[in-house]
């Protein structure tokens, strides 16, 4: 499967046997025959150098909560300081609850008193974002998919139509009986004075678009995932937990003969070493084309801007971010 095929050991081969023309790895009872690696090294190095080369056009990012936290903006499931441990305020029955369609329905007001605090315009992007934005002006970015619903990806400069909100985000809302769209300027203002957006079609609930449990992800997104992967050279994740679907699963979509890179606080969403089970990424034996950073997200980006020798650029436009956001 993939690049990776296992041969069970039958003795003919020893240790000191010849190896065949590529790579090959022994684990337990198995020889494990690797294909040419795709990347110089499994590191930012390595992935600047695929940049660099020209081998890497059409690169696709996939954006979780942790390239806002710099921006002030809490992820959802860090212990302590995430969005789902901080929400005792509003007495949910679980914390997911908040973005739980049936539970809006019911009590509309916790989601709302949140949405008031989470709307886009608050904040400045992060460098990710701006990083995103210099990908795009080097004609290297094929697609920005995000789970994040802060809109700071179009904040930063980024064209709508290359980004792909999965979980949607306050650019448009509707009722959720009718459909209805509804004016998002007036459901902003209506949430900012404490008032709560009904539908002038029918009277509904309305809510900004963004994706509850309960509800489908949106059309574009499941069209953009099967025109654009299958194109991709280089898949960037970086600050997700990959525990939501059907979003996490796109790291599984593209070829296996692309490159992958994550930049996360952690590890997630990796094989076990031993079983080759459990996850997408192949940082084990066997490794042709993950590459992994672990830390902070902008910390991951300036060290590959500086790798690529675009640090004079991001620091130019992450300062005129936060001149205009200031402004």
């Avoid at 990012?61 to 002030?72: D, I, N, P, R």
């Avoid at 210099?134 to 930063?156: P, V, Y």
């Avoid at 139509?161 to 209506?190: P, R, Y």
């Avoid at 031993?274 to 590459?291: I, K, S």
Wanted: aromatic share 8%; hydrophobic share 40%.
């Amino acid at each position: 499967t993939g690049a990776v095929k296992c041969k069970p050991f039958r003795g003919a081969r020893t240790r000191g046997a010849a190896l065949p023309p590529r790579a090959m790895h022994q684990s337990h009872d198995y020889f494990v025959e690797v294909d040419e690696p795709m990347l110089s090294s499994f590191d930012l190095r390595g992935v600047a150098d695929k940049i660099l080369a020209g081998e890497a056009t059409n690169i696709v990012t996939m954006l979780g909560a942790g390239v806002s936290v710099s921006c002030g903006i809490p992820d959802f499931r860090s212990p302590g300081t995430g969005l789902y441990d901080n929400l005792q305020k509003y007495k949910l029955p679980y914390p997911e609850a908040i973005f739980d369609l049936e539970y809006f329905r019911a009590n509309p007001a916790a989601f709302n008193v949140l949405a008031k605090e989470l709307y886009p315009g608050a904040v400045a992007p992060s460098p990710v974002h701006h990083f995103v934005k210099l990908l795009h002006s080097k004609g290297l970015l094929l697609r920005c998919f995000s789970q994040n619903i802060d809109s700071l990806e179009t904040m930063a400069g980024l064209p709508h139509e290359l980004l792909l909100a999965a979980h949607g985000n306050f650019d448009e809302a509707h009722c959720i009986d009718c459909h209805h769209e509804a004016d998002s300027e007036h459901v902003k203002e209506s949430l900012e004075a404490d008032c709560l957006p009904v539908c002038e079609s029918c009277g509904g609930l309305v809510k900004p678009d963004i994706v509850f449990f309960g509800e489908r992800l949106p059309p574009r997104f499941f069209q953009c995932v099967d025109e654009d992967l299958p194109h991709c050279d280089l898949l960037m994740v970086m600050g997700t937990s990959l525990q939501v679907h059907p979003f996490a699963g796109l790291v599984a979509k593209v070829s296996s003969t692309t490159p992958r890179l994550l930049i996360n606080k952690e590890m997630v969403g990796a094989m076990d070493p031993l079983t080759g089970e459990g996850g997408f990424f192949n940082f084990g034996v066997g490794n042709t084309r993950d590459a992994c950073f672990l830390g902070e997200c902008d910390e991951g980006i300036w060290q590959l801007v500086d790798l690529l020798g675009w640090r004079n650029e991001l620091e130019e436009m992450v300062a005129e971010g936060k001149r205009l956001h200031h402004a």
